[in-house]
Nanobody
């Protein structure tokens, strides 16, 4: 098991910024990949951004140029800096970790962007 603890969600006006954090609490396992997904009301969960141990990143087209993912591998922590937020970014954001051939998920943190 890889318990994940997220923080940083909240309410922000369009054009504003938020920073999400996710730590693999108490875990000493090797995590190959960490990232963020989101799920808006009535929609499927979708990839936002991920980053591998080797520094490879992948972003959803809708967030490229606005969001930045970063990792502290030593602390098994991943961050998502979200700038120029739009109302359509409103969703529950879930932290994801891939380790030992398995996916692990946080409980999610709500991001609400008002117009």
């Amino acid at each position: 098991q890889v318990p994940l603890v997220e923080s940083g969600g909240g309410l922000v006006q369009a054009g504003g910024s938020l920073r999400l954090s996710c730590a693999a609490s108490g875990s000493s396992v090797i995590i190959n990949r960490m990232g963020w997904y989101r799920q808006a009301p009535g929609k499927q969960r979708e990839l936002v951004a991920l980053k591998t141990n080797y520094g490879l990143t992948n972003y959803a087209d809708s967030v490229k140029g606005r969001f930045t993912i970063s990792r502290d591998n030593a602390k098994n922590t991943v961050y998502l800096q979200m700038n120029s937020l739009k109302p359509e970014d409103t969703a529950v954001y879930f932290c994801n970790a891939y380790s030992g051939g398995m996916d692990f998920w946080g409980k999610g943190t709500l991001v609400t962007v008002s117009s």
